[in-house]
């Protein structure tokens, strides 16, 4: 195709020249020189812009040479439609990645981007398609790393609805529960927002000195609520209604466990809605510490407890 274009541009000017009133001594002269010293660059077969202009070159010749004076476009590129030099700035804006350093894809979905960093989010009622989602991500996070912890954050109303009706069964918080014994990491539990019923139980049931709380997130803890019966037979009603006083049971042991009280203790404040906000929950023994910006430098200013013994003249005294 090179060999093509150069003797067919070649031959043009051979000819042009040739017609013109110069001496014949200088026409053969000027004509060689210009057949056979003209610089052509290697043409690269895949290159569209050479491809369309060797052909234009074998079947039109006269476009390539017989061109305007004052033509306002760029050499040769008249000879497409529609030339384009340069990507709309929308057309360069799409195609900008997400991360200079990842393949050019759409971006993932946030839970995603939230499991690279070994975070799981509960931000909904506890319903089977939650559960599933939440079991899965920490026994994917314990196959990716048995040694590293998982930051469990926990913003969910439980079973149940801000309203009180009832939105899941309480195996769905018994199942991530279950699923955060089983795991050999260390858990980190957050709250934002609101632990409500068995969404504080997943909340103390984090790693002891783990359990963390915003300065005005909520939890609550209260009995389980007996589904909608509907047209139930009276039977039937009584055995869901001795099914709901085991969830309760269970759930009042596995409570007292979690934040060092009796299960007395336990099942009287849960006889009603029982409110905590963090500095009572912590009482309670459901967290461990609130969170609150500025709280790392001022823990450490503080002076350890062997200065404020001897600032206080009080020394101790070996053990025997």
């Given at each position: 195709?090179?060999?093509?274009?150069?003797?067919?541009?070649?031959?043009?000017?051979?000819?042009?020249?040739?017609?013109?009133?110069?001496?014949?001594?200088?026409?053969?002269?000027?004509?060689?020189v210009n057949c056979t010293m003209i610089p052509m660059p290697p043409l690269n077969p895949k290159d569209p812009f050479l491809s369309k202009l060797a052909s234009v070159a074998a079947s039109s010749p006269d476009t390539l040479f017989n061109r305007p004076k004052d033509s306002d476009k760029p050499p040769f590129l008249d000879i497409f439609d529609s030339p384009t030099l340069m990507a709309t700035p929308a057309q360069v804006e799409r195609s900008v990645s997400y991360n200079e350093h990842r393949p050019r894809r759409p971006p993932p979905d946030l839970p995603s981007l939230l499991l690279h960093g070994r975070i799981v989010y509960i931000g909904m009622p506890l319903v089977p398609?939650?559960?599933?989602?939440?079991?899965?991500?920490?026994?994917?996070?314990?196959?990716?790393?048995?040694?590293?912890?998982?930051?469990?954050?926990?913003?969910?109303?439980?079973?149940?609805?801000?309203?009180?009706?009832?939105?899941?069964?309480?195996?769905?918080?018994?199942?991530?529960?279950?699923?955060?014994?089983?795991?050999?990491?260390?858990?980190?539990?957050?709250?934002?927002?609101?632990?409500?019923?068995?969404?504080?139980?997943?909340?103390?049931?984090?790693?002891?000195?783990?359990?963390?709380?915003?300065?005005?997130?909520?939890a609550m803890i209260q009995q389980p609520r007996v589904p909608s019966s509907g047209l139930m037979p009276s039977s039937d009603v009584l055995i869901r209604a001795k099914e709901v006083i085991i969830n309760r049971d269970t759930l009042v042991k596995l409570l007292a466990k979690h934040t060092g009280n009796s299960?007395?203790?336990?099942?009287?404040?849960?006889?009603?809605?029982?409110?905590?906000?963090?500095?009572?929950?912590?009482?309670?023994?459901?967290?461990?510490?609130?969170?609150?910006?500025?709280?790392?430098?001022?823990?450490?200013?503080?002076?350890?407890?062997e200065d404020w013994d001897k600032n206080a003249g009080i020394r101790a005294l070996d053990a025997v």
């Amino acid at each position: 195709m090179a060999h093509c274009l150069r003797m067919l541009m070649a031959s043009n000017l051979c000819c042009s020249s040739s017609s013109s009133p110069a001496p014949s001594h200088k026409r053969r002269s000027f004509g060689t020189v210009n057949c056979t010293m003209i610089p052509m660059p290697p043409l690269n077969p895949k290159d569209p812009f050479l491809s369309k202009l060797a052909s234009v070159a074998a079947s039109s010749p006269d476009t390539l040479f017989n061109r305007p004076k004052d033509s306002d476009k760029p050499p040769f590129l008249d000879i497409f439609d529609s030339p384009t030099l340069m990507a709309t700035p929308a057309q360069v804006e799409r195609s900008v990645s997400y991360n200079e350093h990842r393949p050019r894809r759409p971006p993932p979905d946030l839970p995603s981007l939230l499991l690279h960093g070994r975070i799981v989010y509960i931000g909904m009622p506890l319903v089977p398609a939650v559960t599933e989602l939440v079991v899965a991500e920490l026994m994917y996070l314990q196959w990716m790393d048995p040694k590293e912890p998982i930051y469990l954050y926990i913003n969910s109303t439980g079973t149940t609805r801000d309203d009180g009706e009832t939105v899941g069964m309480e195996t769905e918080g018994f199942a991530i529960y279950d699923a955060m014994m089983q795991l050999k990491n260390e858990i980190h539990t957050v709250a934002v927002g609101a632990a409500i019923g068995h969404a504080c139980l997943l909340l103390s049931a984090g790693t002891k000195g783990n359990r963390f709380m915003m300065p005005h997130a909520k939890a609550m803890i209260q009995q389980p609520r007996v589904p909608s019966s509907g047209l139930m037979p009276s039977s039937d009603v009584l055995i869901r209604a001795k099914e709901v006083i085991i969830n309760r049971d269970t759930l009042v042991k596995l409570l007292a466990k979690h934040t060092g009280n009796s299960e007395e203790t336990v099942a009287n404040v849960m006889r009603r809605p029982f409110y905590m906000d963090s500095t009572r929950a912590k009482e309670f023994g459901v967290i461990d510490k609130i969170l609150w910006r500025g709280q790392e430098k001022i823990m450490a200013d503080a002076a350890p407890p062997e200065d404020w013994d001897k600032n206080a003249g009080i020394r101790a005294l070996d053990a025997v």
